[in-house]
């Protein structure tokens, strides 16, 4: 219902120009706002990472604390630097760690809605039904350093494109403060100014679709190889991942390979026509070109499927909306139904798991302990 809902938002509504802002955009936009901030803000204790982000806010000191302990948390958290001292500053705000998801939440939406009025234009509703359909909704309620370094990602693309690479390390060396997986952005100013050629995209393409399909553990044996020779931690790490049954198991043909393989047949054929009306486009068709060769040649490895792709999923919340807008008449409503569909599906795929029941700190009450029970066993 909660995907339903923005969808039947953006039907109607269709921009948020400056110069065209209507009485019922400015109603749609108020009614999403409080609508998201009661669902994603003001939730409970969903999944399974808080049972790690839980206790480590428990345990922060407060910037009217002795600086000594605000030195000695911070130099000995398990967590990033940059997680930790944002941490203390939320806790300063206040010491209920109800309070903290909402402020990270409220940061993020700040993020998004400039994100999503820069680029997704008259689709910005739409926009944001794609990005809770396609990870939003993991990166809200799980993966809390990770959402900050997206976050910082996202304002870093547009430095892209104005050619201020200064600015864009600068944000994105901040996204590393809150998790090392931001690392990832640092070669994306430059991969983005390559002009590849669309033979060779499609080229690599259909190899992927063998390399998947096939299941050719390529990876594994260069990863084996880098063990041997580099002897550290991350080396004994790696190890345990490729011996792991669970990190190391591969895909098979599932939803979501079949969903990638439509997108990226629709999103090729049509590459012309999204970035007609903004060359600004061609930066997120090389983002969506990551995600899709990831997801292809390093199926092998689950652990890479569950960090990497999230890291370049944004291109999905901007491609869709502008390729809904080349959309004759009568397919968009098509389109809207087959997305609404493929949308209910992923979130009830989600919400039956055990550990992804939804609760809200304004309507249940919250038993941290039979919580943390509740998801162990």
């Given at each position: 219902?909660?995907?339903?809902?923005?969808?039947?938002?953006?039907?109607?509504?269709?921009?948020?120009?400056?110069?065209?802002?209507?009485?019922?955009?400015?109603?749609?936009?108020?009614?999403?706002?409080?609508?998201?901030?009661?669902?994603?803000?003001?939730?409970?204790?969903?999944?399974?990472?808080?049972?790690?982000?839980?206790?480590?806010?428990?345990?922060?000191?407060?910037?009217?604390?002795?600086?000594?302990?605000?030195?000695?948390?911070?130099?000995?958290?398990?967590?990033?630097?940059?997680?930790?001292?944002?941490?203390?500053?939320?806790?300063?705000?206040?010491?209920?760690?109800?309070?903290?998801?909402?402020?990270?939440?409220?940061?993020?939406?700040?993020?998004?809605?400039?994100?999503?009025?820069?680029?997704?234009?008259?689709?910005?509703?739409?926009?944001?039904?794609?990005?809770?359909?396609?990870?939003?909704?993991?990166?809200?309620?799980?993966?809390?350093?990770?959402?900050?370094?997206?976050?910082?990602?996202?304002?870093?693309?547009?430095?892209?494109?104005?050619?201020?690479?200064?600015?864009?390390?600068?944000?994105?060396?901040?996204?590393?403060?809150?998790?090392?997986?931001?690392?990832?952005?640092?070669?994306?100013?430059?991969?983005?100014?390559?002009?590849?050629?669309k033979r060779l995209e499609l080229i690599v393409f259909i190899i992927g679709n063998i390399v998947y399909l096939l299941q050719i553990e390529?990876?594994?044996?260069?990863?084996?190889?880098?063990?041997?020779?580099?002897?550290?931690?991350?080396?004994?790490?790696?190890?345990?991942?490729?011996?792991?049954?669970?990190?190391?198991?591969?895909?098979?043909?599932?939803?979501?390979?079949?969903?990638?393989?439509?997108?990226?047949?629709?999103?090729?054929?049509?590459?012309?026509?999204?970035?007609?009306?903004?060359?600004?486009?061609?930066?997120?068709?090389?983002?969506?070109?990551?995600?899709?060769?990831?997801?292809?040649?390093?199926?092998?490895?689950?652990?890479?499927?569950?960090?990497?792709?999230?890291?370049?999923?944004?291109?999905?919340?901007?491609?869709?909306?502008?390729?809904?807008?080349?959309?004759?008449?009568?397919?968009?409503?098509?389109?809207?139904?087959?997305?609404?569909?493929?949308?209910?599906?992923?979130?009830?795929?989600?919400?039956?798991?055990?550990?992804?029941?939804?609760?809200?700190?304004?309507?249940?009450?919250?038993?941290?302990?039979?919580?943390?029970?509740?998801?162990?066993?």
């Amino acid at each position: 219902m909660f995907t339903v809902g923005i969808f039947l938002v953006s039907l109607p509504v269709h921009d948020l120009k400056k110069n065209a802002i209507r009485a019922n955009t400015i109603l749609c936009f108020y009614g999403f706002a409080l609508f998201v901030f009661v669902f994603i803000g003001c939730r409970g204790l969903i999944g399974t990472d808080w049972l790690n982000y839980y206790p480590f806010f428990q345990k922060a000191p407060s910037f009217v604390s002795d600086i000594d302990e605000i030195k000695n948390f911070v130099s000995h958290s398990y967590f990033e630097k940059g997680y930790a001292i944002y941490t203390v500053l939320c806790k300063t705000v206040s010491s209920n760690y109800f309070v903290f998801q909402l402020i990270s939440f409220l940061l993020d939406f700040l993020v998004l809605h400039s994100f999503f009025r820069r680029y997704a234009k008259r689709y910005y509703f739409l926009a944001w039904a794609f990005y809770f359909i396609f990870q939003g909704y993991i990166i809200e309620l799980i993966i809390l350093r990770n959402a900050k370094s997206i976050m910082c990602f996202l304002i870093s693309i547009q430095y892209i494109h104005k050619k201020q690479w200064l600015k864009y390390y600068a944000m994105n060396f901040i996204g590393i403060l809150f998790h090392i997986s931001a690392i990832f952005y640092l070669p994306i100013y430059f991969l983005c100014r390559l002009k590849l050629s669309k033979r060779l995209e499609l080229i690599v393409f259909i190899i992927g679709n063998i390399v998947y399909l096939l299941q050719i553990e390529w990876l594994k044996t260069i990863l084996l190889r880098i063990v041997t020779i580099w002897d550290n931690h991350y080396s004994g790490l790696i190890e345990r991942y490729i011996n792991s049954d669970l990190y190391s198991v591969s895909y098979g043909i599932t939803i979501g390979y079949v969903e990638r393989t439509i997108t990226f047949i629709l999103f090729y054929f049509n590459y012309k026509k999204l970035i007609m009306h903004d060359k600004n486009m061609d930066v997120f068709w090389y983002l969506f070109l990551i995600y899709i060769y990831v997801y292809l040649f390093c199926s092998e490895f689950f652990i890479i499927l569950e960090r990497i792709p999230n890291l370049f999923v944004c291109s999905y919340w901007i491609l869709y909306p502008n390729f809904f807008r080349v959309l004759k008449h009568g397919a968009k409503y098509l389109f809207i139904v087959m997305i609404i569909l493929y949308g209910v599906l992923k979130m009830l795929s989600l919400f039956n798991l055990p550990w992804a029941s939804y609760e809200n700190v304004l309507f249940d009450t919250i038993d941290v302990v039979w919580r943390k029970q509740f998801v162990l066993t």
